[in-house]
Structure formats: structure tokens, C-alpha cells
């Protein structure tokens, strides 16, 4: 991979060295970084999964991947195919912060069709590794590096995984940590669904939205929850905004998928097609909708205007 700037190499001993990976049972003793130092002592995230993605996870993903940016999180991950490099992707692509961890130097691509991916974390968030210039990707190298992704999160969010993956590697490295591990569930015949549901039933928090993470770290860590968030899910202060007729004070996106759902709760993909939309802008805009107590999201995933299901929030008469 050609340069981008300058590598940084900091020694466990540096002043820099980042806090969250020097209290690791085995913290790497030397970094090479590449990018926004600064990033790695910010709150983060790390978003993983099986680089056999499905549709349902490729959605979910960038769902998530949105939700965290919005509430103020870094997104890492380990440039890897699939749930890793649409994390990756999508947190540049609304302006958000990512990390990537790598199983090889900084120099070497691996793999090699994310070498623009590499080089644009680069220049917008930050590429780190323990490997030295010119090491090659090795079989071991990946759940070594694993350990150092969940270092670097308060938190781990696994969106679809075989049961028996290098993704769960991460995941039990983070409970060795002692941090939060949330899995989204999917489809019960899908192989991919496996890991997500095991880990469900050893423990691992079921998230089904940003919120659901959000609330979690709130009452287990005393993580803040974000202002815009916190209202949204206040089901008086979600009622009360229900009440409200006029169009959103919202982007021109989120105002035409407004527009949009005025006839009735439409599936993600024919909303995207209809309003021409990709996939990332399209899940922005819909967070910036939720957010507000605006959109509702329902199973298929479907979305609909908030007000369509206003009496399932508002006080029951007894």
C-alpha cells in the first residue's frame, strides 16, 4: 500500500500509548498507527461480524453503524470482507470516525480490494496495528489482533456470525475484558444467525437498535445517553412529539422518506428504490427520523410515520 503520511510507532511505555490497551493482560508492546492518533483515547465502538453477509446483516449493519456515529461513538473494526468493511465504509460515508485493526503491517493490503478502504480510514480515522512494516497476513495473526479491537471499545456488537467464527474470538476476548457484548438476532435458519443467538443465550445483550446499546451502557457503566436519543425513547416525551403535524425540521433526504411514508409503512427496499437512495444516506436520513420519535421501525424491516402507531405508546385508559 502506498504512503499516506507518516507511520507513528509508540512503545507500551510512551506517554501515548493509548489508555484502553495498556491495562490488557497482554497489551501489544509496540503500535504502528497510521491516521488520527487522538482517536484511540475516544469513545468507540466495535462492530464485527462474518464476512458472508446476508442482505438482513448488510442493512442491520449500516442501521447500527449510523445510530453509533450519531451518538458521538468511533466505530472499529478489522477491515476485513463483509460486516467489518461496510462498518468501516459507513461510518466515512456520514462523516463519522473508524478504526481499523489490522493482521499486518501498515504497508501491506489484505486484503488486497481494501486497499482504498484502507487508505481512506487512513486519512479520515485511523489504522493501527502490532505487526511491523512488511508482515504478511498470517492465519494467527487475526485472533491475536482481535484482543486489541475489543481493547479499543467499551463495547462490542457482533451483527451476524457463524457459531463457530474468528468473530466470537473478539467477542470473548471483550468478556475477558470485562466489556459489554451485544448481539443482533436474525433469521433462526440462517447459519449466520448462530453465533448472534448463542451468544444471546450465554449472556450477550439483545440489541435491536441503537438504543437498546445505548440504554445498556447507561444503566451498567453510567455511560450518558446522548440528549436527542435519551428523549426518543422516553415513551411521555416520544408521545408528546407524536402530537406535532408539521413536517420535521430534518435533512432533504429524511424529508422526502417524510414525504414517502404519508402513504402507509413501506419495506427498506422498496423505499430506497423508490426515493433512489443508497443504502448508507437512506439509513442516515431514517435515523435522523428515529432520533426525532418521528419513524417507527417495524419487522421486514418496514418503516412507518410514528403517528401510525400512536396508540401503542400512549396510556392505556386502566
Known sequence: MSDISAPLTIELEDPDYPTALRDLPQPPPTLYIRGCLELLERPAIAV?????H????RDAAVSFVV???RAGYVIVSGLARGIDAIAHRTALDVGGHTVAVLGTG????????HEDLARAVAERGCLVTEFPAGTPPRKYHF???????????RAVLVV??????????????ALEEGKEIFAVPGPIHNATSRGCHRLIQDGAALATSVADILQVLQSRTGEPLPAPLAAGIDPEVLAGQLQQESEPEASALAQRVWARLGEGAVEL???????AAAPAPLAAALVELELAGLVQKLPGPRYVRAQAIRPLIVDSPD
Open 54 to 57: 446476508s442482505v438482513y446483516g
Open 160 to 173: 451476524e456470525a457463524a457459531e463457530r467464527s474468528g468473530t466470537l474470538i473478539t467477542a470473548n476476548y
Open 48 to 52: 464485527i461480524g462474518t464476512r458472508a
Open 143 to 153: 485472533p491475536q489482533r482481535n484482543r486489541i479491537i475489543a481493547g479499543l471499545s
Open 106 to 113: 501498515l504497508d501491506v493490503a489484505y486484503p488486497a480490494e
Open 269 to 275: 427496499e422498496a423505499l430506497g428504490a423508490s426515493l
Open 67 to 69: 445510530g453509533l456515529v
